[in-house]
């Protein structure tokens, strides 16, 4: 195949990822973009092994490629952990298989850019050097972060901001040693430093996501997944591959803007994000709010007071998604709807683990569409509602983001829950929501507290609202 | 390839990428993050190359786990935005 050929075939490979993109953000075309992608991808795959790239020093040899068994192998093995694994995650375990797709990507980038500069030896030019060097940091980084992030997620690890005496300086100095190895690497070229480059990229991306709050994962996630984009580029600089230079470009400014219409969506400067620990005094422990009095009542009171209610607005969060409760919610908001009760659920932009987890979530349900409100068209209605579900929410209806400066989530718009005449959390324990704070809310004279799963209560209160 | 093409290539990349994505509701914040993450597992097509590359049993070794993440990346990925989407189907009217 000429090179003529392969270029052209690379650029409509490059064309598919941006419909993919433009087709991604309209939620009509969502899937069919996602479905170009895939096309583009598979396409830049299957070319690659048709035409053999030049080396260095512009020779090639003749087809097949060189290893071609290895190179096979590795796929198959790599598509039987990835597909197995997407199919069978769980709609609530997603975020963290993004975070862990996208740490892979990002330790691929960085193992090729190794390869490729081991092989070069001292025959690269100044300018493939740095942009080998920037790959490997920022892969490894891209790499170490989202394993930690998942680790978060899963919950294996606590989704507090981790902060430690000193954390800080630690950081700057890790950051430091990265930068000073950078310049080594570049001015002596050499493998030892090049391993102690990705050594110390790997130890700073771990030590950068620790300070980052749990309600934040999904921030970072999102910039790590514009950062492992830019490592493709830069690869694809090396390589000599316009393909990669498009596709990691793309991958790495659409990143960008999306990490910051999300941390808007949540109140919050990037900076901010990802810095705050650095600033945030450690909570002081709630010693004695446990033993402080809350009202818990039994389905039957939660079934009466929604039976005499004219609107009610269910708040879902992650305890929805845990207890796999979306179908029965839709059969309580149903049986509502029957006794003509107005019913409206209130969508708060970040809840769940991931912006848009809900919606996805309800969408599975088959609840309509109108019946979903955003944060901004249903907070004004709360003075006119008489009973907020909250269930398995927390940390988006908690009013500390509104009243105490200093708390992690200080600042975050909230669904104002509270100025419903009465609220109706129910939850599987006095334990606080992801990002480790109390809940004011729960103490609340007009609040009821239904203890167990979520789906379980759900199904119990459907049962006595039937039988009233 | 010119460094000036290079640069080109790079900064049109750069606006078409913020363009694309600026208006987009948070309902599809997780499907777009989840694929644009599958799109740079294009990074595979990198890897192949440098296992072809490859000489010492070092390259090879670190090329093929290159390909192994690679490919979890980009089919994984995309399998799993789909799986995200699907249920958003029939929703719209």
Redesign the interface.
Known sequence: MSHTLYSLIGLAAGICFILALKGLSTPKTARRGNMIGAIGATIATLVVFLYVSPNQDGTSHSLPLHNLGWILGAIAVGMAVGVPAARKVQMTQMPQLVALFNGVGGGAAALVAIVEYLHLGSSATTAEVIATVFTVVVGCVSFSGSIITFLKLQELMTTRPVIFPGGRFVIAGTLAAVLGTSVWVVSALGTQPLMILAGLSLLFGVLFVLPVGGADVPIVISLLNAFTGLTVAASGYVLDSTLLIIAGTLVGASGTILTRLMAEAMGRSLFGTLFGAFTAKPQEASSGEENRPVRSGSPDDVAILLNYARRVVIVPGFGLAVAQAQHTVRELADLLLSKGIDVAYGIHPVAGRMPGHMNVLLAEANVPYEQLLEMDEVNPTFGQTDVAIVIGANDVVNPAAQTSPGCPIYGMPILEVSNAANIIFLKRSMRPGFAGIENELLFDPKTMLLFGDAKASLTKVVSALKAL | ?E?IA?IS??VL??????E?????????????????????????????????????N???G????????????????????????????G???
């Open positions: 390839m460094p290079i290539i790079f990349a750069v606006f078409v990428g913020f694309v994505v600026s208006k987009v509701s948070s309902t599809l914040h997780t499907p777009l993050m989840s694929g644009a993450n599958a799109i740079h597992g294009v990074i595979l097509v990198g890897a192949i190359i440098v296992a072809d590359h490859s000489q010492t070092l390259e090879l670190l090329a093929v786990a290159a390909i192994v993440l690679a490919t979890i990346n980009m089919v994984g990925g995309f399998v799993v935005t789909d799986r995200m989407l699907e249920m958003f189907k929703k719209k009217k």
